[in-house]
Nanobody, 130 residues
Framework: QVQFVESGGGSVQPGGSLRLSCVVS????????IGWFRQAPGKEREGISC????????YYADSVKGRFTISRDHAKNTVYLQMSSLRPEDTAVYYC???????????????????????WGQGTRVTVSS
């Protein structure tokens, strides 16, 4: 059974950086496009970034563009989200999620809607505060 496990969350001061990891087990990363989402208290889940399995193309929400970078290491079966210039409004629980290749052909671009993702991790909390 495929599983996605996030790690790397924590507390950081404004302007700081964190790197989140999403490790895939039970399958290979090659077969999935991976997205990062976040949900702040009282707010809807927001899609913030995606990396596409076929060509490593990347997408970013405007709220994180220029500050966050998504990447993948096939050898480690891991997707990363490097977060820089963090702001208090980045405080949220961050989730990685996956779209199997068989589903991706039907996903409208940009692939940042939670409803298009089939598999989800348990989340990791990020708090940005002074």
């Amino acid at each position: 059974q495929v599983q996605f496990v996030e790690s790397g969350g924590g507390s950081v001061q404004p302007g700081g950086s964190l790197r989140l990891s999403c490790v895939v087990s039970g399958s290979t990363l090659d077969y999935y496009s991976i997205g990062w989402f976040r949900q702040a208290p009282g707010k809807e889940r927001e899609g913030i970034s995606c990396i596409v399995s076929s060509n490593d193309g990347t997408y970013y929400a405007d709220s994180v563009k220029g500050r966050f970078t998504i990447s993948r290491d096939h050898a480690k079966n891991t997707v990363y989200l490097q977060m820089s210039s963090l702001r208090p409004e980045d405080t949220a629980v961050y989730y990685c999620a996956a779209i199997p290749d068989s589903d991706y052909v039907n996903v409208p671009l940009p692939p940042l809607s939670q409803y298009d993702y089939r598999y989800w991790g348990q989340g990791t909390r990020v708090t940005v505060s002074s």
